[in-house]
Structure formats: C-alpha cells, structure tokens
C-alpha cells in the first residue's frame, strides 16, 4: 500500500522558519513529481510548490515564491519543504503529493494531477 507521511509541522510565531519532510512508503517515488499543496480553515486545497523527479526543475506558487524551498533527496525518498519568514497567513495543513504526470506547469498546480496524497500536518503562524 502506497503512503505518504507527512511531518515537521507545529506552533511557531510570524518570521520563524520550519522544515516539512514527506516520506513515501509502499514505492520509490524518484520518478514522480512530488508536490506541496495546503489548505487553510474554511478554504479550497491550494497549491505551494513542486519539484520534478529528479530536481531538475522546481515550481512555487506565487504567494510562497523566495521564503520557501521544496527539494527532494531521492536516495531517502523523502521531498522536503523549507519554509522561512513565515506569516500568520501560511497557517494551514499542509499536504504532500505524488504525481505520476509530467512536470508540467499548468498541470503540477492543480490537485487533481496527483496520484497519492498524505493526510496532512498542521503548520500554525502567530502573529
């Protein structure tokens, strides 16, 4: 059975700095674009960013782009996502994703382009 785990989320205050690991088990995933998404009280599952399967190319959403780095070390198996200079409006559970699709802007966005899915882990911003 193929599963993603999320961890590293937690309580911390505007302008803090927090690291999101994402560990797939059941497979190797080196092959997959593997992406963040997030998903805040009472709104839709937003996207965050992505990386292609063997980093050669990483992909941010607008509101994220220079405070946080997505990476992956494939030899682990594990995407990590650093994020910096954080602010009460990055409050939200944050999910990893798999996508067995290209590296694709317009299609690495959107949630339905991946495959598997974490169940999530709580990042809280105060301010």
């Known amino acids: 059975q193929v599963q993603l785990v999320e961890s590293g989320g937690g309580l911390l205050q505007a302008g803090g700095s927090l690291r999101l690991s994402c560990a797939p088990s059941?497979?190797?995933?080196?092959?997959?674009?593997m992406g963040w998404f997030r998903q805040a009280p009472g709104k839709g599952r937003v996207f965050v960013a992505a990386?292609?399967?063997?980093?050669?190319?990483?992909y941010y959403a607008d509101s994220v782009k220079g405070r946080f780095t997505i990476s992956r070390d494939n030899a682990k198996n594990t995407v990590y996502l650093q994020m910096n200079s954080l602010k009460p409006e990055d409050t939200a559970v944050y999910y990893c994703?798999?996508?067995?699709?290209?590296?694709?802007?317009?299609?690495?966005?959107?949630?339905?382009?991946?495959?598997?899915w974490g169940q999530g882990t709580q990042v809280t911003v105060s301010s």
């Open positions: 994703a798999a996508s067995s699709h290209p590296f694709v802007p317009a299609g690495i966005v959107a949630s339905d382009w991946y495959d598997y």
């Open positions: 059941g497979r190797t995933f080196s092959t997959y674009t």
């Open positions: 990386v292609s399967q063997y980093s050669i190319a990483t």
